[in-house]
C-alpha cells in the first residue's frame, strides 16, 4: 500500500515483469464472451474500448480485500499496463494468447495465470489474465527462467540465413566480461542477439542447472537482479536462501507447489506437444507464510509438428526441439529440498 493509505499502485523502477492489484469499489467482473468491456464497467479507465471475444471464462467472481502492490521483476519495459478488477495487461502476441486459450483447456490451468482474452486501450492490444498478487500481503516475487535455453532453434536459423549484428548486444556483453567477445565482434561493435543468448547461458545456471534466477524483490526492498553470473549449486543456494531469508515454511510452500506442478507437467497433454522456450515460473510469498508458484511468459512458446512429442528432459541438440524444462524443474526441486534441514 502506498504512502497515506491510498489505492494507487506503487512504481518499482529498474525492474519489468508487472504483477499488481487495486481495490475497485463495487460491481461484478463482466464475462468476456457475453458481452464487451465498456466505460462504464471500467469507470477509472475512461479509454477502454471494446473487448475482442476470444476469451475463455468469466473472471473470478471474488475482489480483492485490500489494494495490492504493482510489482516489476524483470523483463521488457513497458509490455504491461493496469487493468481494473484484479487482472493485468500486457502487450498482445498472438503466439501467447493461443497458448492461453489452450492451457485454458488442460490439466496445467491451475498453474498459469487465468485468460480473459483481448481488450484494447489506447489503440493497443493488450492480452488480459488474473493478477496473480490479489490474496497476498505486501508479497516477495522471484521470477525463475526456466529450461536449458532461451531461445528457439529457428531463432538460431534466422541468424544465420539473415545475421543482424547488434551494437546494444555487444555492450552489454563487455559490460560483463570485456574479453568476451571475438576480434571480428569488437570491430564490429555487435553481436548477434543468438551469439548473446548463448554466451549469456554459459554464465548462468541455465546450463548446468537447467534454470536461472532472473530477479527477485523482496517486501519492502529493491529488485535485486544481479544473477548473471550465478552458475553453480552453492551459489543458486545461497540466492534463494536470501530470497526466502531462510524460512522453511516458505521453502516447505514452494515445494509442495512444484512437486504438484511437475506430477501434472508429465501427464499435460499441452506440455508434451510445446517447445517451451523463455517461459518462466513465478514465486510468490507473503509474511503470513503463504506461497505460490505459477508458470508465466509463453511469448516463445511454439506448437511441435503432429508427429513429435518431447519430454522436457532429453539433452538438446539441433533439430530435436528439447527444451529442457522438467531437467530443470527438478535439479529446482532439488536444490530446494536440501535447503530444509535433515530429519
Request: with cysteine.
Amino acid at each position: 500500500m502506498p504512502p497515506g493509505g491510498g489505492s494507487e499502485p506503487i512504481h518499482f523502477k529498474r525492474c519489468h515483469h508487472v504483477y499488481w492489484g487495486k481495490v475497485v469499489a463495487g460491481g461484478t467482473y463482466p464475462t468476456p464472451r457475453s458481452q464487451p468491456m465498456t466505460k462504464s464497467m471500467f469507470c477509472e479507465n475512461s479509454s477502454w474500448t471494446e473487448h475482442k471475444s476470444c476469451g475463455t471464462s468469466s473472471l473470478l467472481s471474488m475482489t480483492p480485500t485490500k489494494p495490492q502492490q504493482w510489482l516489476q521483476v524483470v523483463g521488457h519495459a513497458g509490455s504491461f499496463r493496469i487493468g481494473n478488477y484484479g487482472t493485468l495487461l500486457k502487450k498482445f502476441c498472438e503466439g501467447e494468447q493461443q497458448c492461453y486459450l489452450r492451457l485454458m483447456k488442460d490439466a496445467l490451468r491451475p498453474f498459469v495465470p487465468a485468460y480473459h482474452g483481448v481488450v484494447q486501450l489506447d489503440e493497443q492490444d493488450y492480452n488480459m489474465m488474473d493478477n496473480l498478487l490479489n490474496h497476498f500481503s505486501t508479497p516477495a516475487v522471484m521470477d525463475c527462467k526456466m529450461g536449458s535455453r532461451t531461445y528457439l532453434e529457428e531463432e538460431l536459423c534466422i541468424a544465420r540465413e539473415r545475421p543482424q549484428p547488434r551494437k546494444d548486444m555487444y555492450e552489454k556483453m563487455v559490460a560483463v566480461d570485456p574479453e568476451a567477445p571475438t576480434p571480428q565482434e569488437r570491430a564490429q561493435q555487435a553481436v548477434l542477439k543468438t551469439r548473446y543468448m548463448q554466451w549469456r547461458e554459459t554464465l548462468s545456471s541455465t546450463t548446468t542447472l537447467g534454470f536461472r534466477i532472473e530477479g527477485f524483490k523482496k517486501a519492502n526492498e529493491e529488485c535485486h537482479t544481479n544473477f548473471k553470473r550465478t552458475k553453480s549449486r552453492e551459489q543458486v543456494m545461497e540466492a534463494l536462501d536470501n530470497f526466502v531469508e531462510s524460512n522453511t515454511h516458505i521453502v516447505w510452500g514452494y515445494l509442495r507447489r512444484l512437486k504438484q506442478l511437475r506430477q501434472v507437467l508429465e501427464t499435460s497433454e499441452f506440455f508434451k506437444t510445446h517447445e517451451v522456450v523463455g517461459s518462466s515460473l513465478l514465486f510468490v510469498h507473503d509474511w503470513t507464510g503463504r506461497t505460490g508458484v505459477w508458470m508465466i511468459d509463453f511469448g516463445k512458446t511454439t506448437a511441435l509438428p503432429p508427429d513429435l512429442t518431447l519430454d522436457h528432459r532429453t539433452p538438446w541438440v539441433q533439430g530435436n526441439r528439447e527444451d529442457g524444462y522438467l531437467w530443470g524443474l527438478d535439479n529446482l526441486i532439488d536444490v530446494l529440498s536440501d535447503m530444509l534441514p535433515l530429519t
